[in-house]
């Protein structure tokens, strides 16, 4: 029993040191405290402002102050040498999960009065190594158990901020729709529908049921302004958020697959004058990507994830540039917290698979995801004014051999390769003092000090706390 208890001690104390604390992340210096840094003789890859060799970025309270070959460093300011170094935007995630500690609610057919923002959870370690790989911001969604699930909160890697704090202010309100495969099979309990057809008539049926709710409270103002007695109508969570798809007020993400299944969505949405802002997945993007640019929706997708289920067995790595190439407005995704950390490298893969330029590469996972998300005049390129949210790298960011060296949110270092090595160590050290701790103290007869033998359970320092 107390070999079970000094051994749980042990895990638990052993997990708490292995992952970062929320306050243990790197202090701000000096200049970063006055709001003033500047990052010095780096290639900055602007993404929408060319590249600039030898360049420096002057960053002032979190914002982009200036940008160019000749750049003045202010007094008291922190300094950050790049040489040798790029810089880019920070990379953003317009799909991920990370941060949430649940995402389904996948007992109802829409669970539109559902939000990812009550449940974010601040101490999710992949905020921490996602930083690691260069993420600034991600969009964190319902999953796709539903026709119509739950609503999205776009954050910032803001690692030791509280869950509020993890918010980006500013962003567009979204939700998260589901289409084939998915909602038809994640039904716990057996609910409706059981077909794409049904999933169809689900998302039209609570479209009906918002124009029916957003008449009543009209009529209900009209009488207001007219001075009558009027009884409100009674708030329906799920319809208002529904109202606020059709009056232009929340974005659309809808998970998706086939080509058959993107045009049904474009024509509902199209019937009930509303936009698709960004079909997530896509896979078959290529089969239907006129039809995307007419509607003006963005496409979201892999680089070359294909035929882990049957609606994946027609995706092709040429997806992304072919819809880029049709004037469709594309980004990279991870939909994984272990692929988010290399989403560079994910970006890469279409300078091969389609012939895209370096720039265009880059944009599928900065200045793209940015305009799908509404927060392109906050993210996604190095410009005066925007947000400094940058990522630096020791080599080309389109390389494989390319590692994240610093990831900047407003500002700060949020991560620093070098600090965190010297953290690993100190982390080790730690790790061999607990287990010294642990170990029966040996005369030398080869006894501990209770007189028995080496590897008897009494004797323990630790286990004698315990008792």
């Known amino acids: 029993m ?4 000094l051994s749980t001690f042990l895990s638990l104390a052993l997990a708490a040191l292995l992952t970062p604390a929320a306050g243990a992340q790197t202090p701000p210096t000096a200049g970063q405290a006055s709001g003033v840094t500047v990052i010095q003789n780096a290639t900055i890859l602007t993404v929408t402002q060319g590249t600039i060799e030898n360049g420096s970025i002057l960053i002032r309270n979190g914002k982009i102050a200036r940008v160019g070959r000749r750049v003045r460093v202010p007094r008291g300011a922190t300094v950050i040498d790049a040489t040798g170094l790029y810089v880019i935007p920070g990379i953003i995630d317009a799909h991920s999960h990370i941060a949430a500690d649940s995402i389904n609610e996948g007992s109802v057919a829409v669970s539109s009065m559902t939000g990812i923002e009550d ?6 370690i992949n905020i921490y190594r996602d930083l690691a790989g260069g993420v600034t911001t991600a969009n964190i969604l319902h999953g796709s158990a539903n026709p119509i699930g739950g609503k999205n909160a776009v954050i910032k890697l803001r ?6 704090g993890l918010l980006l202010e500013g962003a567009p309100e979204g939700i998260k729709f589901a289409l084939g495969e998915n909602p038809t099979r994640d039904r716990n309990p057996d609910r409706y529908p059981a077909t794409r057809m049904g999933v169809m008539d689900v998302i039209r049926q609570a479209f009906l049921d918002a124009q029916a709710y957003q008449a009543e409270w009209d009529e209900y103002e009209a009488k207001q302004v007219r001075s ?4 409100p109508p009674r708030r329906d969570l799920k319809h208002e958020t529904m109202a606020e798809v059709l009056r232009g007020e929340r974005l659309v993400h809808a998970h998706s697959y086939r080509g058959d299944e993107i ?7 199209e019937e009930f004058g509303f936009r698709i802002a960004t079909f997530q997945h896509v896979l078959e993007g290529y089969k239907v990507a006129k039809e995307l640019a007419e509607h003006g929706a963005g496409a979201s997708t892999f680089s070359d994830w294909w035929a882990y289920k049957v609606e994946a067995y027609d995706a092709i790595p040429y997806n992304a540039a072919i819809m880029v190439e049709k004037g469709v407005l594309v980004s990279i995704n991870s939909d994984s917290g272990e692929e988010m ?13 389609g012939g895209l330029s370096e720039t265009e590469a880059l944009s599928l996972i900065t200045i793209n995801p940015a305009r799908q998300l509404g927060i ?9 004014g925007k ?27 949020y991560f620093d390769r070098e600090l965190d090595k010297e953290r690993q160590r100190r982390i080790k050290e730690e790790k061999e003092a607990l287990s010294q701790k642990g170990r029966p103290k040996v005369t030398t007869d080869g006894a501990d000090r209770t007189g028995r033998r080496a590897g008897g359970q009494a004797g323990w320092e630790m286990g004698e706390v315990l008792r």
């Open 376 to 384: 392109d005049h906050l993210v996604g390129s190095i410009e005066v």
């Open 263 to 269: 045009l049904q969505l474009i024509r509902l949405a």
């Open 119 to 124: 449940v974010l959870n601040p101490d999710d």
């Open 159 to 164: 690692w030791g901020a509280d869950a509020q």
């Open 2 to 5: 107390k070999k079970a208890l």
């Open 387 to 413: 947000d400094a949210d940058l990522t630096i790298y020791d080599g080309h960011p389109l390389s494989n051999y390319a590692v994240v060296q610093k990831t900047i949110v407003d500002g700060k270092v």
């Open 228 to 231: 009558e007695n009027a009884i």
């Open 341 to 353: 950390r290399h989403l560079n490298q994910e970006a890469a893969k279409t300078v091969k698979w």
